[in-house]
């Protein structure tokens, strides 16, 4: 069984923080790696891919892989209570497979 | 921006009744893919379909569930008898490159098995 596992949060941090998500995944022979925002009640809308070790920035968020370590992360700066939202780690093997989400409330 | 479309956004049925949701996905996507969430789970894989066959499919795609392509812009998902566990959301999804690469989702169809 392929599994992709994050923390369920809530993860709270104050308007303007570093908000650091994480996620690891179990097949080794994993090619792509996303990461979805969910608003509740709404589909997934992708943020980031990244397919190769390092890090990728794209405005204020930057993913960070690890194939080795068999774990990703997303940093989102200068939080803003519109971040508030459920991020959901995906990773492409033969399929797309999602973590659970972790939480994230951003306080004014 | 080039968006998938879904409908209905809401559909109610009877357990044993066939229902069909409908997908448009972007206009020059070749990947399609359907997605399934319980409340409250993870969003699940079901099937992948490129060129007019399914590509690969998860276990819970059985033979209750299959997917057409009718015409050059819809995408479809039939469940032929339903179950009050069938109760999701579903979502489509399409891809311009194919299956490592970005998938962009629908707003989904809440289907509600009584």
């Known amino acids: 069984q392929k599994e992709v596992e994050q923390n369920s949060g809530p993860l709270s941090v104050p308007e303007g923080a570093i908000a650091s998500l994480n996620c690891t995944y179990s097949d080794r022979g994993s090619q792509s790696f996303f990461w979805y925002r969910q608003y509740s009640g709404k589909s997934p809308e992708l943020i980031m891919s990244?397919?190769?070790?390092g890090d990728k920035e794209d405005g204020r968020f930057t993913a960070q892989l690890n194939k080795a370590s068999q774990y990703v992360s997303l940093l989102i700066r200068d939080s803003q209570p519109s971040d508030s939202a459920t991020y959901l780690c995906?990773?492409?093997?033969?399929?797309?497979?999602f973590g659970g989400g972790t939480r994230l409330m951003v306080k004014p | 921006e080039p968006e998938v479309t879904q409908t209905p956004s809401h559909q109610v049925t009877q357990m044993g009744q066939e229902v069909i949701l409908r997908c448009v996905p972007i206009?020059?996507?070749?990947?399609f893919y359907w997605y399934r969430q319980i409340l409250g789970q993870k969003v699940e894989f079901l099937v992948s379909?490129?060129?007019?066959?399914?590509?690969?499919k998860s276990e819970i795609f059985d033979d209750q569930f299959s997917v057409e392509r009718p015409d050059g812009s819809n995408f479809t998902l039939k469940i032929r008898s339903t179950k009050l566990e069938d109760s999701a959301m579903y979502f489509c999804?399409?891809?311009?490159?194919?299956?490592?690469?970005?998938?962009?989702f629908g707003p989904g169809t809440r289907l509600t098995v009584t």
């Open positions: 999804a399409s891809s311009e490159q194919g299956d490592r690469y970005e998938q962009y």
């Open positions: 995906a990773v492409q093997g033969n399929m797309l497979t």
């Open positions: 206009s020059n996507h070749l990947y």
């Open positions: 990244i397919y190769s070790n």
């Open positions: 379909f490129y060129n007019n066959e399914i590509s690969e």
